[in-house]
């Protein structure tokens, strides 16, 4: 039995053909022909059979057999709000990660102590895509630009919003027992820089609705206390 092969193509009901990528990956390193059986993810939650109908030499043109709407593998939004790290490496490391675990939504925050003030979403846009053929996933999490934390604090507020940091001298409480609670209700979490959140942007953040919690006992790096956060919120749903 042959593997299933899966492409990524946005709209994939009005196209026809494999986007160039796509196409590329197809004719050159799977050797498709006319007749070949593929399966196409539209990022919305949507796989479809497909039939390749025309192998060219840079086009690869489709018809589709049948439409195979998916169920939801998580109830809620899984929302995580990050400082990239100063390597980006790592934050790509993270995307890609979140994307198979199960992510709706990643944003980046500009913070007081942050060591990157840029992120390449297109670069990071084609990680999640990767990601999400190679899980299987049928929606594609939403990447946003990079914003001031004030911002973000100001355009996300109401229930279940959570704010990770460090400092003692402010109350915290366990980030898993705080989701347990809401089960399978939105959640947003957010996680500091390598050298955390300021603790002015931590009150702010409280003043505005924001639970302070913490990730445990162990003092983790920006991108493993990311992943830790979204494997808790896909875990408190459980």
Known sequence: MK??????VPDAAHQTELPPEEAMHALRVLRLKSDDEIFLMDG???????????????H??????????QEPQWKGHVHLAIAPTKMMERIEWLTEKATEIGVDEISFLNCKFSERRLVKI?????????AVKQSHKAWKPRLN???PLKDFIRQHQGEHVYIAHCY??????????????????????LIGPEGDFSLDEVKEAIDSGYTSVHLGASRLRTETAGLSAIMMMQLAKE
């Open 168 to 189: 003692d001298e402010i109350p915290r409480t366990y980030l898993f027992d705080e989701l347990r609670k809401i089960g399978s209700e939105d959640a947003t979490v």
């Open 122 to 130: 297109p670069r990071l846009e084609k990680i999640v895509i990767s």
């Open 145 to 147: 630009e990079m914003v």
């Open 60 to 69: 690869c043109y489709y018809e589709i057999l049948e439409q195979m709407p």
């Open 3 to 8: 593997e299933a092969r899966y492409f990524f």
């Open 44 to 58: 919305v939650g949507n796989y479809y059979r497909a039939q390749v109908t025309i192998a060219a030499t840079h």
